[in-house]
């Protein structure tokens, strides 16, 4: 193949990895923008959200004998919702006792991490499963075929995006999160239910890391380690991004999901994560209000 | 009143040396050889809490302190046959070069960033240990040479592959760790690292350099850290990347919290308690990391001061 085409094979697949990036990545910043938790659980919904998608699509398949699609979608509707049920139970019976200390929080999200990881190796068990995508359509390029269902990940990824900004920025609740997270004290003072917004956030982040997993579960299989690496590059893309800057995150999202799809097809995996977490970790010393955020107040 | 109370902190440490002493006459083999490990961890663990305990700083990379000395102990005996002391040296001098730069780097983040930032040097940490596979073999690590298991050191012939041997190095070791410690701790420069915990700000005001009392509990926190890590590596013959994992940083975080941060033997107790509680688990279930997650969450939600810190602050206000 050419330089071109090879070119725009890698840029599809940076595209795809930066479409779920940004979802996980958004669910992340959310939580850490209102609630000031760093939700080190936060790679295991995702992998929750894997697990539960394909448990749905093969129960759905296999009681009532029903094609891949409704599978799928069953699965996309019962996973982020049983995930955020989760996490807001979590969020209940852990990190509101805590006062949400950020170094408690830390700590006890470790814990949560190893403990929602540990209980899916129990009874999900080591293997790798796939899930079967809802439809199958090849789109002939002149120089390779592409699956028409990565386009379609990506695609949903950008709509999802779009709601997640209409809710913030041009509805009642997208307001009190803002207000929330702009001084939680004052919001309480007017009347704002700081503990059920903090409730809330906390499972509306996991249930975008789950929707993100859903979506992915049929290019990549179902495995209960799956959750390190999501959780690593969403540090990545919030710190880069600014910590707790939305706008910032979904611009470092892209930009890193690009240069990652396209640097490891042309170098070592390893050597790209080694220089990509390194730089990460010098941004945040030297420039720790991120590339894209406004600076603490 | 404070002469008594000084005397009975040395008593109290003393006692617990002898009585490891001791134990060693007691145990059957494989618990005297879980008792060898469970003391260089508790090394790892003390070096840990000089930077948790009493700095106040969480650091969620201490595994490539520890890794630092491996390596730099390990790779030296390997590849250039260096005799074990001074492997052993330069196991913890890598450790100090480390700990020194990251230090350096890391200090200018606090709080949350710190973590994040700490991490993600260990992060590179292991994935150096990997890219470089070719001389450390990764995961599946390298066995020492049998020219590095023994040593002659002031005319005396050590034999490594002795258990009683290494549980003896191991408890001296730990022995000088304790003492380094309770000096650092009681002196000037502990206080000062408890006042930096307690309030920062206005410890400045003071007119301490707080950078550099931060600094050096990081360097002092990644040295203890690394020679534990060189002991692993020359007592157990064997270094592999799985001990660069980010596991083992929440491994160390979780002995000094079960066992109490910001006490003296508190991560010997938590050592020697996980070691115990893992061992248990993983002879029921493949997943007996689920034993580490509900125990950090137990103790984060229940019992933050840990076990000797709860003991401290109902019964022996002096324990240091």
């Known amino acids: 193949m050419a330089f071109g085409p090879f070119l725009l094979l890698a840029t599809f697949e940076g595209l795809l990895q930066a479409a779920i990036l940004t979802l996980t990545a958004l669910g992340l910043s959310l939580v850490f923008g209102v609630m000031r938790v760093v939700n080190v659980a936060h790679g295991e919904f995702y992998m929750l959200g894997a697990v539960i998608a394909w448990w749905v699509s093969t129960f759905v398949s296999s009681m009532f004998g029903m094609p891949p699609a409704v599978g799928f979608i069953a699965a996309l509707i019962v996973s982020p919702l049983a995930v955020g049920a989760i996490a807001m139970v979590g969020e209940r019976l852990i990190l509101k006792r805590l006062n949400y200390n950020p170094e408690s929080t830390i700590v006890a999200t470790i814990g949560m991490l190893y403990i929602i990881q540990q209980s899916v190796l129990l009874t999900y068990g080591p293997d790798a499963r796939r899930v079967a995508a809802p439809f199958y359509y090849r789109i002939q390029l002149p120089w390779f075929g592409y699956s028409g269902y990565n386009l379609f990940v990506i695609a949903a990824a950008a709509v999802l995006l779009l709601i997640v900004w209409f809710i913030l920025s041009r509805t009642r609740i997208g307001l009190i999160m803002r207000a929330t997270q702009f001084d939680a004290e004052t919001a309480q003072a007017f009347g704002i239910p700081i503990d059920r917004v903090y409730s809330l956030v906390f499972a509306a982040g996991a249930m975008l890391a789950a929707i993100g997993a859903v979506l992915v579960v049929p290019i990549r299989q179902a495995h209960y380690l799956m959750g390190l690496d999501p959780l690593l590059l969403s540090f990545i893309t919030v710190i880069i991004g600014g910590l707790g800057s939305l706008r910032g995150t979904v611009i470092a999202a892209l930009l890193i999901g690009l240069s990652d799809g396209i640097i490891s097809v042309f170098f070592s995996p390893t050597l790209a994560k080694m220089i990509s977490t390194l730089l990460v970790a010098l941004v945040l010393v030297f420039k720790p209000e991120g590339l894209f955020g406004a600076k603490a107040r | ?320």
């Open chain 2, 1 to 320: 009143m404070i002469q008594s109370r000084q005397s009975a902190v040395i008593i109290l440490h003393i006692a617990a040396i002898l009585l490891l002493f001791v134990l060693q006459f007691v145990l059957p083999d494989y618990h005297q050889l879980a008792m060898t490990r469970v003391m260089v961890l508790a090394i790892f663990a003390m070096g840990y809490n000089m930077l948790f305990g009493y700095t106040g700083l969480l650091s969620l990379g201490h595994a490539m302190f520890f890794a630092a000395g491996l390596y730099g102990a390990g790779l030296t005996a390997y590849y250039f046959g260096w005799s074990v002391p001074v492997a052993f040296v330069a196991g913890i001098g890598s450790g100090f070069v480390l700990s020194l730069v990251i230090g350096l780097v890391s200090l200018r983040t606090s709080g949350v960033a710190f973590m994040i930032v700490t991490m993600m040097f260990a992060q590179v940490a292991y994935l150096t240990t990997t890219y470089f596979t070719d001389y450390t073999r990764g995961e599946e690590g390298l066995v020492l040479p049998q020219a590095a298991r023994s040593f002659d050191l002031l005319g005396v012939h050590f034999d490594l592959t002795s258990a009683v041997l290494r549980y003896n190095l191991s408890l001296v070791l730990l022995a000088a760790t304790v003492a380094i410690t309770l000096l650092i701790v009681r002196g000037p420069l502990g206080r000062a690292l408890v006042a930096i915990r307690e309030n920062e700000p206005r410890t400045v005001m003071l007119g301490y350099d707080t950078f550099r009392l931060k600094l050096m509990a990081v360097t002092l926190s990644g040295t203890i850290s690394a020679m534990a890590g060189a002991t692993y590596a020359l007592l157990f013959a064997y270094i592999g990347a799985g001990f660069a994992t980010i596991q083992y940083s929440i491994e160390a975080l979780l002995f000094t919290l079960l066992g109490g941060a910001g006490t003296v033997l508190g991560p010997l107790v938590g050592t020697a308690a996980m070691f115990y509680l893992i061992d248990i688990a993983s002879s029921y279930t493949v997943a007996y990391m689920l034993a580490v997650g509900i125990a950090l969450v137990l103790l984060v939600l229940f019992f933050p001061k840990g076990i000797l810190g709860t003991i401290r602050e109902r019964w022996l206000p002096w324990l240091p």
